[in-house]
Protein backbone atom coordinates (compact mmCIF):
# COMPACT_ATOMS: atom_id res chain seq x y z
CA UNK A 1 0.00 0.00 0.00
CA UNK A 2 0.66 3.50 -0.23
CA UNK A 3 2.07 5.30 2.61
CA UNK A 4 3.96 8.56 3.90
CA UNK A 5 6.03 8.80 7.33
CA UNK A 6 6.93 11.89 8.74
CA UNK A 7 9.79 12.98 11.64
CA UNK A 8 7.89 13.93 14.74
CA UNK A 9 8.57 16.97 15.66
CA UNK A 10 7.70 19.83 16.99
CA UNK A 11 11.28 20.62 15.70
CA UNK A 12 12.53 24.64 17.41
CA UNK A 13 14.86 26.70 15.51
CA UNK A 14 16.75 29.55 15.75
CA UNK A 15 16.10 32.12 13.04
CA UNK A 16 18.66 31.38 9.92
CA UNK A 17 19.76 27.74 11.09
CA UNK A 18 19.90 25.14 8.87
CA UNK A 19 16.23 22.92 8.16
CA UNK A 20 15.82 19.60 7.81
CA UNK A 21 12.47 17.76 7.83
CA UNK A 22 12.40 13.98 6.88
CA UNK A 23 9.70 11.84 4.72
CA UNK A 24 9.75 8.81 3.75
CA UNK A 25 7.72 7.03 1.52
CA UNK A 26 5.88 3.99 0.80
CA UNK A 27 4.35 3.29 -2.69
CA UNK A 28 3.73 0.82 -5.53
CA UNK A 29 4.53 2.51 -7.86
CA UNK A 30 6.32 5.86 -8.82
CA UNK A 31 4.18 8.38 -7.02
CA UNK A 32 4.18 11.80 -7.27
CA UNK A 33 5.55 13.71 -3.93
CA UNK A 34 4.49 17.28 -2.73
CA UNK A 35 5.26 19.77 0.60
CA UNK A 36 2.53 21.06 2.10
CA UNK A 37 2.30 23.98 4.92
CA UNK A 38 -0.22 25.31 6.81
CA UNK A 39 -0.62 28.11 9.03
CA UNK A 40 -2.37 28.61 11.86
CA UNK A 41 -6.33 28.43 11.15
CA UNK A 42 -5.72 28.34 6.93
CA UNK A 43 -5.95 26.09 4.85
CA UNK A 44 -2.86 23.58 2.98
CA UNK A 45 -0.58 25.88 0.64
CA UNK A 46 1.28 23.79 -2.21
CA UNK A 47 5.16 24.69 -1.22
CA UNK A 48 6.80 22.75 -3.64
CA UNK A 49 6.99 19.16 -5.69
CA UNK A 50 8.10 16.53 -7.48
CA UNK A 51 6.71 14.13 -10.26
CA UNK A 52 9.83 12.17 -11.10
CA UNK A 53 12.80 10.30 -9.41
CA UNK A 54 15.88 12.63 -8.65
CA UNK A 55 13.63 15.80 -9.80
CA UNK A 56 14.53 18.32 -7.16
CA UNK A 57 11.16 20.87 -6.10
CA UNK A 58 12.20 24.17 -5.15
CA UNK A 59 10.00 27.06 -3.91
CA UNK A 60 10.67 29.93 -1.45
CA UNK A 61 14.32 28.86 -0.58
CA UNK A 62 12.85 25.46 0.20
CA UNK A 63 14.29 22.58 -1.74
CA UNK A 64 13.59 18.61 -1.69
CA UNK A 65 14.75 15.90 -3.50
CA UNK A 66 12.68 12.78 -4.84
CA UNK A 67 14.94 10.15 -3.88
CA UNK A 68 13.97 6.45 -5.43
CA UNK A 69 16.81 4.86 -4.30
CA UNK A 70 16.00 5.76 -0.60
CA UNK A 71 12.39 6.19 -0.83
CA UNK A 72 13.05 9.60 0.62
CA UNK A 73 12.02 13.46 0.12
CA UNK A 74 13.71 15.20 2.90
CA UNK A 75 12.25 19.36 2.92
CA UNK A 76 15.55 21.44 3.38
CA UNK A 77 15.85 25.18 3.76
CA UNK A 78 19.38 26.71 4.04
CA UNK A 79 18.38 29.78 6.66
CA UNK A 80 14.80 29.68 8.38
CA UNK A 81 12.78 32.69 9.17
CA UNK A 82 10.01 33.03 12.04
CA UNK A 83 7.91 33.57 9.58
CA UNK A 84 8.39 30.23 8.30
CA UNK A 85 6.91 28.99 11.55
CA UNK A 86 3.89 26.47 10.38
CA UNK A 87 3.17 23.18 10.15
CA UNK A 88 4.43 21.24 7.10
CA UNK A 89 3.02 17.95 5.41
CA UNK A 90 4.78 15.47 3.11
CA UNK A 91 2.69 13.64 0.73
CA UNK A 92 2.35 11.21 -2.34
CA UNK A 93 -0.28 10.56 -5.23
CA UNK A 94 0.07 8.08 -7.46
CA UNK A 95 -2.08 6.80 -10.16
CA UNK A 96 -4.95 9.54 -9.89
CA UNK A 97 -5.44 7.79 -6.61
CA UNK A 98 -5.98 9.60 -3.37
CA UNK A 99 -3.45 11.92 -1.76
CA UNK A 100 -1.61 10.19 1.01
CA UNK A 101 -0.48 12.98 4.09
CA UNK A 102 2.21 12.21 6.53
CA UNK A 103 1.15 13.35 9.95
CA UNK A 104 2.53 16.76 9.93
CA UNK A 105 6.07 18.32 11.31
CA UNK A 106 5.40 21.69 13.50
CA UNK A 107 8.38 24.13 12.84
CA UNK A 108 8.63 26.73 15.11
CA UNK A 109 11.51 29.66 14.36
CA UNK A 110 12.46 32.03 17.29
CA UNK A 111 13.92 35.23 16.96
CA UNK B 1 -7.15 31.72 -10.73
CA UNK B 2 -5.65 28.94 -8.83
CA UNK B 3 -8.20 29.32 -6.10
CA UNK B 4 -10.51 27.15 -3.63
CA UNK B 5 -13.46 29.06 -2.40
CA UNK B 6 -15.25 28.07 0.69
CA UNK B 7 -18.04 29.29 1.95
CA UNK B 8 -18.69 29.89 5.12
CA UNK B 9 -15.28 30.10 6.78
CA UNK B 10 -16.65 29.55 10.75
CA UNK B 11 -20.18 27.84 11.29
CA UNK B 12 -22.02 27.10 14.68
CA UNK B 13 -24.60 24.75 14.64
CA UNK B 14 -26.59 22.32 16.49
CA UNK B 15 -26.81 18.48 17.04
CA UNK B 16 -30.93 19.04 15.08
CA UNK B 17 -29.56 21.59 12.78
CA UNK B 18 -28.97 20.84 8.78
CA UNK B 19 -26.28 23.29 7.08
CA UNK B 20 -24.69 22.90 3.95
CA UNK B 21 -20.74 23.88 3.24
CA UNK B 22 -19.96 25.26 -0.08
CA UNK B 23 -17.32 24.85 -2.58
CA UNK B 24 -15.88 26.63 -5.75
CA UNK B 25 -13.43 26.25 -8.17
CA UNK B 26 -12.87 28.03 -11.73
CA UNK B 27 -9.38 25.84 -12.60
CA UNK B 28 -11.48 23.15 -14.70
CA UNK B 29 -10.32 20.59 -12.30
CA UNK B 30 -12.29 17.12 -12.69
CA UNK B 31 -11.55 15.69 -9.21
CA UNK B 32 -12.91 17.35 -5.94
CA UNK B 33 -12.12 16.38 -2.59
CA UNK B 34 -13.12 16.75 1.16
CA UNK B 35 -11.55 16.64 4.05
CA UNK B 36 -11.90 16.46 7.70
CA UNK B 37 -9.15 17.96 9.96
CA UNK B 38 -8.68 17.81 13.81
CA UNK B 39 -6.38 19.69 15.87
CA UNK B 40 -2.68 18.45 15.15
CA UNK B 41 -3.74 15.80 13.16
CA UNK B 42 -3.26 15.67 9.22
CA UNK B 43 -6.33 15.98 6.96
CA UNK B 44 -8.27 12.95 6.94
CA UNK B 45 -9.82 12.24 3.14
CA UNK B 46 -13.90 11.98 3.19
CA UNK B 47 -15.42 11.76 -0.37
CA UNK B 48 -13.26 12.49 -3.73
CA UNK B 49 -15.75 12.97 -6.52
CA UNK B 50 -14.30 12.20 -10.07
CA UNK B 51 -16.04 14.15 -13.09
CA UNK B 52 -18.65 15.07 -10.91
CA UNK B 53 -19.61 11.69 -9.57
CA UNK B 54 -18.92 10.05 -6.74
CA UNK B 55 -15.49 7.89 -6.63
CA UNK B 56 -14.86 7.29 -3.08
CA UNK B 57 -16.46 7.53 0.16
CA UNK B 58 -14.20 6.45 3.12
CA UNK B 59 -16.64 4.90 5.35
CA UNK B 60 -18.19 8.75 6.23
CA UNK B 61 -21.37 8.33 8.04
CA UNK B 62 -24.55 9.10 6.58
CA UNK B 63 -24.93 12.15 8.27
CA UNK B 64 -22.32 13.65 6.19
CA UNK B 65 -23.89 13.94 2.28
CA UNK B 66 -21.77 15.23 -0.60
CA UNK B 67 -22.88 16.97 -3.62
CA UNK B 68 -21.41 17.48 -6.83
CA UNK B 69 -23.89 20.01 -8.77
CA UNK B 70 -21.50 20.62 -11.67
CA UNK B 71 -18.11 20.52 -12.51
CA UNK B 72 -16.72 23.70 -10.32
CA UNK B 73 -19.49 23.25 -7.10
CA UNK B 74 -18.75 21.07 -4.61
CA UNK B 75 -21.60 20.96 -1.26
CA UNK B 76 -21.36 18.65 2.00
CA UNK B 77 -24.86 18.63 3.70
CA UNK B 78 -24.50 18.39 7.06
CA UNK B 79 -27.52 16.78 8.80
CA UNK B 80 -27.68 15.51 12.60
CA UNK B 81 -23.85 16.38 13.75
CA UNK B 82 -22.66 15.01 17.07
CA UNK B 83 -19.77 17.65 18.71
CA UNK B 84 -17.20 15.40 17.83
CA UNK B 85 -17.46 16.26 14.20
CA UNK B 86 -15.98 19.29 15.52
CA UNK B 87 -12.77 20.31 12.96
CA UNK B 88 -11.93 22.21 10.07
CA UNK B 89 -13.58 20.74 6.72
CA UNK B 90 -11.08 20.99 4.06
CA UNK B 91 -11.99 21.26 -0.17
CA UNK B 92 -9.72 20.62 -2.43
CA UNK B 93 -9.47 20.23 -6.43
CA UNK B 94 -6.96 18.74 -8.32
CA UNK B 95 -6.35 17.77 -12.47
CA UNK B 96 -5.85 13.69 -12.97
CA UNK B 97 -2.59 13.30 -14.92
CA UNK B 98 -0.96 15.63 -17.11
CA UNK B 99 2.01 15.23 -19.35
CA UNK B 100 4.79 16.91 -18.74
CA UNK B 101 8.95 16.75 -20.23
CA UNK B 102 9.12 13.42 -18.44
CA UNK B 103 5.97 11.95 -19.32
CA UNK B 104 2.51 11.23 -17.21
CA UNK B 105 2.46 12.20 -13.85
CA UNK B 106 0.06 12.99 -11.15
CA UNK B 107 -0.58 16.95 -10.54
CA UNK B 108 -1.16 18.34 -6.86
CA UNK B 109 -4.42 19.32 -5.39
CA UNK B 110 -5.19 23.01 -4.56
CA UNK B 111 -7.19 23.50 -0.87
CA UNK B 112 -9.89 25.87 0.08
CA UNK B 113 -9.03 28.03 3.16
CA UNK B 114 -11.67 25.76 5.14
CA UNK B 115 -14.83 26.02 7.21
CA UNK B 116 -13.95 25.63 11.20
CA UNK B 117 -17.54 23.80 12.22
CA UNK B 118 -18.18 23.90 16.41
CA UNK B 119 -21.65 21.25 16.67
CA UNK B 120 -23.07 22.27 20.16
Known amino acids: GNSVTQMEGPVTLSEEAFLTINCTYT??????LFWYVQYPGEGLQLLLK?????DKGSNKGFEATYRKETTSFHLEKGSVQVSDSAVYFC??????????FGSGTKLNVKP | DTEVTQTPKHLVMGMTNKKSLKCEQH?????MYWYKQKAKKPPELMFV???????INESVPSRFSPECPNSSLLNLHLHALQPEDSALYLC???????????????????FGQGTRLTVV
Open chain 1, 50 to 54: ATKAD
Open chain 2, 92 to 110: ASSQGRMYGDRGLSDTEAF
Open chain 2, 49 to 55: YSYEKLS
Open chain 1, 91 to 100: ALRYNFNKFY
Open chain 2, 27 to 31: MGHRA
Open chain 1, 27 to 32: ATGYPS
